[in-house]
């Protein structure tokens, strides 16, 4: 099975600064990952998503997400967020490549808060 | 376009209940359907999937079970609710892709 660590359970920063999330995953074989956002008491948004082909990932509201093979990582960024960005985010790993019926691996996910 | 449907959007019912969670899928022939469970600060846990009628498979041995009477309906349910049977639970959905697409969640309470 396939196991994701999300690093911060909350990265708290103020508006129009920068931030990073970082996710890690174990895995020997290729991987499909995904960043998704959930909003209080909502389901869960897709953010943008890895498949193959450029390693820099371009997603929804700004974000982008950096494929790093060697170092098992797809840390999530965004220059300059906005308080609308307030949400918990979740770095989840399907290995099932060749086939759809992809069990996604979650992390614990991490807590953006932006500040005013 | 296709859309998920789950209801009821809030449940709280006491220990040793029923439970009856009904998802739906729209837009869509022959999804694969999953249901999760996130529990706070657990992220979230794989229950059941589904990649046809009556067809369901499970991940993790619980008090909860799973149908799928209908290609775009799937139902989780359990004979006696425990007080960790708490949650947010998510159903989803999946087809030609490989992302999955989640439904607006139902939060149970067992009291």
Do not use: M
């Amino acid at each position: 099975a396939q196991s994701v660590t999300q690093l911060d359970s909350q990265v708290p920063v103020f508006e129009e600064a920068p931030v990073e999330l970082r996710c890690n995953y174990s895995s020997s074989v290729s991987v499909y990952l995904f960043w998704y956002v959930q909003y209080p008491n909502q389901g869960l948004q897709l953010l943008l998503k890895y498949l193959s082909g450029s390693t820099l990932v371009k997603g929804i509201n700004g974000f982008e997400a950096e494929f790093n093979k060697s170092q098992t990582s797809f840390h999530l960024r965004k220059p300059s967020v906005h308080i609308s960005d307030t949400a918990e985010y979740f770095c989840a790993v399907n290995s099932d490549r060749g086939s759809t019926l992809g069990r996604l691996y979650f992390g614990r996910g991490t807590q953006l808060t932006v500040w005013p | 376009s296709q859309t998920i449907h789950q209801w009821p959007a809030t449940l709280v019912q006491p220990v040793g209940s029923p439970l009856s969670l009904e998802c739906t899928v729209e837009g869509t022939s022959n999804p694969n359907l999953y249901w999760y469970r996130q529990a706070a600060g657990r992220g979230l846990q794989l229950l059941f999937y589904s990649v046809g009628i009556g067809q369901i498979s499970s991940e993790v041995p619980q008090n909860l079970s799973a149908s799928r009477p209908q290609d775009r309906q799937f139902i989780l349910s359990s004979k006696k609710l425990l007080l960790s049977d708490s949650g947010f639970y998510l159903c989803a959905w999946n087809s030609a892709t490989y992302e999955q697409y989640f439904g607006p969640g139902t939060r149970l309470t067992v009291t």
